[in-house]
């Protein structure tokens, strides 16, 4: 604490990411990361920028990037925006379309960083509790809202609602925008960007640090309609004119391109995400549906804080977050059949 | 404008960066890049990190690039904050340590960005006016403020202040937070860094886009008191917990490893800002003393808006700013020989 410092940032509770391990050879299961290498063709479009022309700014547009994006998904760049990561995209879009009168909607289980958001912005909310099994229900959320966010599949219990839900919340709640935060989409569910073009009030939330396995690149995105992105645009212009480096939006651009990798990639996530719930289930955990790159997981005899502790021992990294009603579980990220097995030898050891 | 924009967006004026034209073969002298590239080792060093391992997040709190920087300066890292670009990082500043009870002070020719992050943050300020001959007395600083911030060498005059001056001016002001923000400090002045240890409200903001030729990768720089510093990483980690990615952060160390490259770059865009000035002199302008990778000039005869466009005509492109007092100047980049002499043969057809 200093007296230089502003109000707000003697008020501020700053989100904690998930350990980045300095020390080698651990089997890292704890952030969600794609155990998988970026596109061949990333490294190569990356490395076709890399050279004299860092000296001059990126453009400060993303126009290419945004084109390579709307193409992807049949729209148009204007409907696109992008960001140093999905973080950066969130903390626009909470400042620009989220900060109203009445307060904000989410999850009371749910990505740790909106609560941090609201803070840095000065933004009132209210948790919407999940059913006891983990569900969301859209019904919960036609209330009067400033607005109403949610990760889907949800963060960090796997659990996906469908697009006919996300449709039904759409036409019963018109008067605030809805964001739909597909960070883990790609790994099962279907993606609302096909409704953006009918709700005026939509704005989905993507990233290229999971399933395009860009993590240390900082990539995001949002899409909507044009008055959405507009807002966004205006924040983002008073904020930093470039946010986006040369190099990351020469690989982002690749990897929009690189469907056939990327759907590789996807697959191969999904088919070990299949074994893995298999086998801890075998070991006695339970084990939520999970449509995302992690699958949450308890073991009714065993607290998960030591659990994850034991695992440490073994070189393994999960997630554990020590907050009301998931207590008891870990999140754990999907490796390569290597690092799963690693992980399963380790469990039947701490729980023999 | 639209329903779902929050009151903020509605009333923001965001930032207009200078063109970044889509047209190959423009001498572009418009937004102070550095006509030579980054060193050949800050290439290597991108080389070396751009593989597999961009699947995993970088390291959220920069460490080792905020040692090579504090061991450039010979300070602890804990006293070196890292941004997505300088503009990020007055960003957040401006949060983190200007918003108090009093307005801020800042040149009333200035960087046009402070007034645009006054918007986004609500802080309100002071334009204090530069002498006739653009001058900045820090004695005119010496009045209430909840901050101050300058550039120095001041954009888009050039000029100098000194050392001594802002030493001074941290003894009259001990009350509130002074930011330096030496953009283009290695291009002729002192940098203020050295006083960090003994005044405890001194910020020093500094960006690897001009000295060190890596405008397109993104990188500012804040030095300070570990107390100011921290303010700074609270906001950071309310935002955006990665900004830095991978292969900025490992360019950015080399850049700052390669002194020799560094210097000599340096150097040669010092000698040939002596040359520019000296045949833009012959040709009737008068210039501004600078010691930045600029000058400020204006003709007396000419119309400063007339003469960009006449150069835009024969593929020149430079900044002019349609602003009270300086609307008659030009803000030329130092180019290469080559560019420099490019402007001047055009200036020579415009002129006669």
Redesign the interface.
Known sequence: ??R??????QQ??????GE?P?IANLV?LN?N??????SPK??AA??AE???????????TSTQLRQAAADYYGIQAQQVFVG??S??VL?HLF??????EQPILFPDISYSFYP??C??YDIDYRCVPLAEDFSLNVKDYVQGNGGIIFPNPNAPTGRLVSLTDIEWLLQHNTD??VVIDEAYIDFGGESAVKLIDRY??LLVTQTL?KSR??????VGLAFG?V??I??L????????????????EA?AIAAFKDKAYFESTCNKVIASRQHLTEALTALGFEIQPSAANFIFARHPQRDAAELAAALRGHGVIVRHFKLPRIEQYLRITIGTSEQNNILLAALQIILS
């Open positions: 604490m200093s230089y410092w502003s109000k707000l940032v501020l509770s700053p989100y904690v990411p980045q300095k890292k952030t990361e794609n155990p998988y290498g970026p990333v490294i990356i490395q890399l050279g004299e022309q860092l000296r001059l700014y990126p453009d400060p140093n990561g973080d950066e903390a400042n620009a379309l989220l900060k109203h941090v958001y803070g840095l605030s925008v005026a009030n640090s396995s860009l993590a240390g690149l900082r309609h008055d959405l507009e807002a645009i205006r924040v983002k212009d008073s904020f930093n004119s470039y946010p986006m480096d040369r190099l990351a690989g």
